[in-house]
T-cell receptor
C-alpha cells in the first residue's frame, strides 16, 4: 500500500536558520503530494502542494519540489522564525476505487528558538 | 478559521458512557472525513462520506458509529470505549472525495480522554 516516511523529530533550530524536513513516499501511480502544518492546539492546515513531477509548491517562504525519480518531497525554508514552531506532516493523495484518500507521515515537530 | 468546526474541543468519558462528536463545515463541500490522531503514529483515516454516502470504513471497531445527515454535518457516536481510544479526533472536508488533487480542510479536533 501507499506510505509516507518523514524524518524523526524534533528538529531544533535557531531563528533564521535553514530548514529541511525530509519526506519520501511509496505509491502506485502518480499521487499528489502535500505538506500540512499543525500549530499547537489546532487542526491541520494545508501549507503547500504539488500535483505532478517537477512541480514546486510554495507558501509563506516554504518550498517543496515533487521529485519522481527519488520519490521525495522535501520541505525547505531559508530562514525560520519562532512562529514556524509546529508539527509538519507530509502526505500523499491517490485514487483508490475512484475515491481519493490521504496517507500521512508520522509528522515532524519543529522547534525554533529566538 | 478553516471553515470546519468541531465540538466539543475536549471530552472526558468513562468506558460505559455514550457521547457524540460533532463536525460542521461551512465550505459547501460534499465529502467529510473522520481521522484519529494518536501520539507517535500517523493520522489514521476512520470514515469517509461522499455526498452523504459512506465510502470508506477503515476496519474501525463498531464502538465508533458515524452519521452524516447532510453534506454539512458529520457525527461520531461513541459507546463503550476503551482507554486506548483516547486520542485527538479530527474532522475534515473536501469538495468531493474523488480526485487526487482535492484539498482537505481540517477542524481543530476533539481531544478525547477515556477513563
Amino acid at each position: 500500500g501507499d506510505s509516507v516516511t518523514q524524518m524523526e523529530g524534533p528538529v531544533t533550530l535557531s531563528e533564521e536558520a535553514f530548514l529541511t524536513i525530509n519526506c519520501t513516499y511509496t505509491a502506485t501511480g502518480y499521487p499528489s503530494l502535500f505538506w500540512y502544518v499543525q500549530y499547537p492546539g489546532e487542526g491541520l492546515q494545508l501549507l503547500l502542494k504539488a500535483t505532478k513531477a517537477d512541480d514546486k509548491g510554495s507558501n509563506k517562504g516554504f518550498e517543496a519540489t515533487y521529485r519522481k525519480e527519488t520519490t521525495s518531497f522535501h520541505l525547505e525554508k531559508g530562514s525560520v522564525q519562532v512562529s514556524d514552531s509546529a508539527v509538519y506532516f507530509c502526505a500523499l493523495s491517490a485514487l483508490d476505487s475512484g475515491y481519493s484518500t490521504l496517507t500521512f507521515g508520522k509528522g515532524t515537530m519543529l522547534l525554533v528558538s529566538p | 478559521e478553516t471553515g470546519v468546526t468541531q465540538t466539543p474541543r475536549h471530552l472526558v468519558m468513562g468506558m460505559t458512557n455514550k457521547k457524540s462528536l460533532k463536525c460542521e463545515q461551512h465550505l459547501g463541500h460534499n465529502a467529510m472525513y473522520w481521522y484519529k490522531q494518536s501520539a507517535k503514529k500517523p493520522l489514521e483515516l476512520m470514515f469517509v462520506y461522499n455526498f452523504k454516502e459512506q465510502t470508506e470504513n477503515n476496519s474501525v471497531p463498531s464502538r465508533f458509529s458515524p452519521e452524516c445527515p447532510n453534506s454539512s454535518h458529520l457525527f461520531l457516536h461513541l459507546h463503550t470505549l476503551q482507554p486506548e481510544d483516547s486520542a485527538l479526533y479530527l474532522c475534515a472536508s473536501s469538495l468531493t472525495a474523488g480526485g487526487a488533487t482535492n484539498i482537505q480542510y481540517f477542524g481543530a479536533g476533539t481531544r478525547l480522554s477515556v477513563l
